[in-house]
């Protein structure tokens, strides 16, 4: 699930639900790849995973796991 605030030159990752974070799958610097899944987040007994809309250098991580997050809420950015 690719869900993206804002676009080039970078991409605001938020969460497109509530929910808690289960699982984070790439690093602070990290190069990733588009739709590369970088986060899991546990809402209504399912995980959802939070998909890179483009590739890039994973920044700004805000979360951490076992952190609850809001619909919408910024979780990171891809430059």
């Known amino acids: 699930m690719n869900h993206v605030l ?4 970078q991409a605001i990752l938020a969460s497109p639900l509530p929910g808690k974070v289960v699982k984070i799958l ?4 990290e190069l990733v790849q588009e739709g590369q899944s970088v986060f899991l987040i546990e ?12 590739p890039g250098k994973l920044k700004g991580v805000r979360v951490k796991v076992g952190d609850v ?11």
Do not use: C
């Not at 809402?43 to 483009?54: F, N, T």
């Not at 997050?69 to 430059?79: C, G, L």
């Open 6 to 9: 804002h676009s080039d030159p």
């Open 26 to 29: 790439a690093q602070e610097g």
């Open 43 to 54: 809402s209504m007994k399912m995980v959802h995973e939070l998909r890179v809309p483009k």
């Open 69 to 79: 997050v809001i619909a919408e809420n910024q979780i990171a950015t891809v430059e």
